[in-house]
């Protein structure tokens, strides 16, 4: 498929051309990136789902489990728990979390998983362009973050590749993961009803943006984000099995 979206770095410029929605979404091996796995998350004091003792209760369960055989907890930043209310991060750290590694954490609905692939490459720091995911260089370390799956990742792992030309996935993955986080709170309200009578994933995303406010430029670019990240059209497919096929 020839015809794309053109982006151009200048935030005044339009983009030109669209695929379709049928288009972006029957468009295959776009990318060849591999995704290799492996992170973090922000607490909410006003969440009262998750009391303190019960979050301790529940890492301390984690932490003497010996078929886990995770790290004790001194040896983690922090910790990704998910709540009612959606995923919330616990620093075992005297540093504040990082407001790009917040957002990161943040730009997951309640409903979605949250594993180390999903959040590989997604932080950028001062010398890009994008500050959503920003993290400075010197807070880039070898930081371990245990994950709700048990999983951890470093925040280094999480980091953009380097290099000059990124990968397109990474890339357009993380446009796709900015225009989720500015709209995940409409994200977190909608349930299955809102898309009954939905029966093929091209009608869910039509309605999908529609409910959330992804409309005219914004909604170029997440389908310029699907037709050249794996990552992003698997998320979006996660979504839709969540709505559309419940037993």
Do not use: W
Request: charged content about 30%.
């Amino acid at each position: 498929m020839k015809q794309r979206i053109v982006r151009s770095p200048k935030p005044g410029n339009k983009l030109i051309t669209k695929p379709s929605l049928e288009e972006v979404i029957g468009s295959t091996d776009r990318t060849d990136n591999t995704i290799s796995p492996e992170l973090s998350e922000p607490i909410d004091n006003d969440d009262q789902s998750y009391t303190e003792s019960k979050l301790s209760e529940e890492l301390e369960a984690i932490q003497l489990n010996p078929e886990v055989g995770l790290l004790p907890s001194k040896e983690f930043t922090c910790a990704i728990v998910k709540t009612e209310r959606g995923y919330r991060i616990i620093n075992f750290s005297q540093v504040a979390i990082a407001e790009g590694l917040i957002n990161a954490i943040k730009s997951f609905p309640y409903f979605e998983k949250l594993d180390s692939e999903k959040l590989l490459h997604l932080l950028t720091d001062e010398r890009t362009t994008s500050d959503l995911f920003e993290v400075k260089r010197g807070q880039l370390s070898k930081s371990i973050v245990l994950l709700p799956n048990f999983e951890t990742i470093t925040l280094s792992m999480m980091k953009r590749k380097r290099g000059k030309n990124e990968p397109a996935d990474d890339k357009y993955y993380r446009i796709f993961r900015s225009i989720i986080l500015k709209h995940v709170d409409e994200i977190n309200q909608l349930n299955a009803n809102d898309f009954e009578n939905v029966t093929t994933f091209e009608e869910f995303c039509e309605k999908f943006f529609k409910k959330v406010g992804i409309i005219s430029d914004e909604k170029l670019n997440i389908l310029d984000a699907l037709q050249h990240s794996k990552r992003a059209m698997k998320v979006l497919k996660e979504y839709y099995e969540f709505f559309c096929k419940k037993s």
